[in-house]
């Protein structure tokens, strides 16, 4: 059965600092996608990455996939408060099905 | 306009009822989900419906039921409700089969007394 593992599980970090999240998958897909959820709400796409290499950037965040090594990085450059919620991959490991990660959950100290 | 809406948004009831939660998506999406996300954020894939057929069941118990009418459409009915069943409960739609971004509710938190 597909695993999808992310790390970390919590991260704190301070306004203005660099950190990656990873998320690493048991079997092979082509596609990966990014979700934010804040508290008590929602899920929201972010990305939505369909090849090997692919690279998508939306202001302080940048995912990335390298299908070969089964692993996304969800890079965050110069963190601000706003970007606190839980970040979520998912894969689909066929049709009709999305396997979650296990969800990061970021917190963003002034 | 909500493209993804669920009724109602919180449901507090007694072990042993039986309970319905509401989907309806207005984006022309042809394929529906129902998850459902634990305490600890865990979210877990229930149900995918295809043009209002079920194309995946991941081994949920058949108190659960669920039923499209229409492609727009996607409820799920909960017999005999446990404790274990205490959740949010999240209706997704996409328009594509895994080639597209699903769009979520904003999700019915079930607590079971």
């Known amino acids: 059965e597909l695993k999808v593992e992310q790390n970390p599980l919590f991260l704190s970090m301070q306004e203005g600092k660099n950190y990656t999240i990873y998320c690493n998958y048991s079997?092979?897909?082509?596609?990966l996608y990014w979700y934010r959820q804040d508290p008590g709400k929602s899920l929201e796409s972010l990305f939505v990455?369909?090849?090997?290499?692919a690279v998508k950037q939306e202001g302080r965040l940048m995912a990335s996939l390298d299908t070969k090594a089964r692993l996304s990085t969800l890079h965050i450059t110069a963190a601000v408060h706003d970007l606190s919620a839980t970040y979520f991959c998912?894969?689909?490991?066929?049709?009709?099905?999305?396997?979650f990660g296990t969800g990061t959950r970021l917190k963003v100290l002034a | 306009d909500t493209a993804v809406s669920q009724t109602p948004k919180y449901l507090v009831t007694q072990m042993g009822n039986d309970k319905s939660i509401k989907c309806e998506q207005n984006?022309?999406?042809?394929?529906m989900y129902w998850y459902k996300q634990d305490s600890k954020k865990f979210l877990k894939i229930m149900f995918s419906?295809?043009?209002?057929?079920?194309?995946i069941n991941e081994t949920v118990p058949n108190r659960f039921s669920p039923k499209s009418p229409d492609k727009a459409h996607l409820n799920l009915h909960i017999n005999s409700l446990e404790l274990g069943d205490s959740a949010v409960y999240f209706c997704?739609?996409?328009?594509?089969?895994?080639?597209?971004?699903?769009?979520f509710g904003p999700g019915t938190r079930l607590t079971v007394l």
């Open positions: 998912a894969v689909p490991p066929g049709t009709y099905k999305y396997i």
């Open positions: 079997t092979t897909s082509d596609r």
């Open positions: 997704a739609s996409s328009q594509f089969v895994s080639t597209d971004t699903q769009y």
């Open positions: 990455l369909l090849s090997n290499g």
């Open positions: 419906y295809n043009n209002k057929e079920l194309i």
């Open positions: 984006l022309g999406h042809d394929t």
